[in-house]
């Protein structure tokens, strides 16, 4: 049979407040910028921030004028050249990185989901997410949250502050598939009434995608360790210069 397997599928996400966006089709867009319980505190028309991948921006929500300014296309949909098929073991450019497209300093934080689609669209928890291999580049000012982070998700912060218009070092630079997902197979061995033998070769996850969601936040810089403690739930630690340190 042929070997039609991992068409890559793409889900973008992120979220405002408490506030899930959806876009059409399977692409979902949307930023986290606040705490609610601060955001008297800041003038909420200056807080933005967007998804940079390649060096080009593929999501963005920004505040201004009382309204959510917000859009973008999607993730990988220009990682293969079109006609080609994802080849299992090859390294593709995929350079994720934040900007502050809003008009306050703010600190930044992103979550990234992996996971599996069998060929009815559903999530396959069998098959490992480990196998979708995005390089991450820490110690560039990019750290792991580990006791937040799974085979699933990782959880990523930022640890200087983010000036308005400005980009963050990438976060990752890489994406590969393991080669082992095309490793399982099944075998059927079939005779004909001349004693002809047919196999044919059938791979297990035939037609399966992958699924990757990034997910971008951003807190204000003002009373910051409250705020973020409000936002994103954890204690952090503030030095002078800025930098945060989780607890």
């Given at each position: 049979?042929?070997?039609?397997?991992?068409?890559?599928?793409?889900?973008?996400?992120?979220?405002?407040?408490?506030?899930?966006?959806?876009?059409?089709?399977?692409?979902?867009?949307?930023?986290?910028?606040?705490?609610?319980?601060?955001?008297?505190?800041?003038?909420?028309?200056?807080?933005?921030?967007?998804?940079?991948?390649?060096?080009?921006?593929v999501s963005y929500r920004n505040y201004d004028k009382d309204k959510w300014n917000e859009g973008g296309g999607e993730l990988l949909a220009h990682m293969l050249e079109e006609g080609e098929e994802l080849t299992p073991g090859k390294s593709y450019e995929e350079v994720l990185a934040v900007a502050n497209s809003g008009a306050i300093d703010s600190y930044v934080r992103v979550i990234l989901n992996k996971s599996w689609l069998d060929r009815e669209?559903?999530?396959?928890?069998?098959?490992?997410?480990?196998?979708?291999?995005?390089?991450?580049?820490?110690?560039?000012?990019?750290?792991?949250?580990?006791?937040?982070?799974?085979?699933?998700?990782?959880?990523?912060?930022?640890?200087?502050?983010?000036?308005?218009?400005?980009?963050?070092?990438?976060?990752?630079?890489?994406?590969?598939?393991?080669?082992?997902?095309?490793?399982?197979?099944?075998?059927?061995?079939?005779?004909?009434?001349?004693?002809?033998?047919?196999?044919?070769?059938?791979?297990?996850?035939?037609?399966?995608?992958?699924?990757?969601?990034?997910?971008?936040?951003?807190?204000?810089?003002?009373?910051?360790?409250?705020?973020?403690?409000?936002?994103?739930?954890?204690?952090?630690?503030?030095?002078?210069?800025?930098?945060?340190?989780?607890?």
């Amino acid at each position: 049979m042929k070997n039609r397997l991992l068409k890559p599928a793409l889900l973008l996400s992120a979220s405002a407040a408490l506030l899930l966006l959806s876009t059409v089709g399977s692409t979902r867009a949307a930023l986290t910028y606040y705490s609610e319980n601060y955001a008297v505190e800041v003038t909420v028309s200056s807080i933005g921030v967007s998804l940079l991948e390649n060096g080009e921006m593929v999501s963005y929500r920004n505040y201004d004028k009382d309204k959510w300014n917000e859009g973008g296309g999607e993730l990988l949909a220009h990682m293969l050249e079109e006609g080609e098929e994802l080849t299992p073991g090859k390294s593709y450019e995929e350079v994720l990185a934040v900007a502050n497209s809003g008009a306050i300093d703010s600190y930044v934080r992103v979550i990234l989901n992996k996971s599996w689609l069998d060929r009815e669209g559903k999530v396959d928890t069998t098959l490992s997410p480990d196998l979708v291999d995005l390089n991450l580049q820490l110690g560039n000012g990019w750290i792991e949250d580990e006791a937040a982070s799974t085979s699933e998700r990782t959880v990523l912060y930022y640890t200087g502050i983010l000036p308005s218009g400005q980009s963050t070092p990438a976060f990752s630079d890489t994406l590969k598939v393991n080669p082992e997902v095309t490793a399982k197979v099944t075998e059927e061995i079939t005779t004909d009434a001349k004693g002809y033998q047919t196999i044919t070769t059938t791979y297990t996850y035939d037609d399966y995608r992958f699924q990757l969601d990034a997910e971008v936040d951003a807190v204000q810089t003002h009373n910051a360790q409250d705020a973020i403690k409000s936002a994103w739930g954890i204690d952090v630690d503030i030095a002078a210069d800025g930098s945060l340190s989780l607890r």
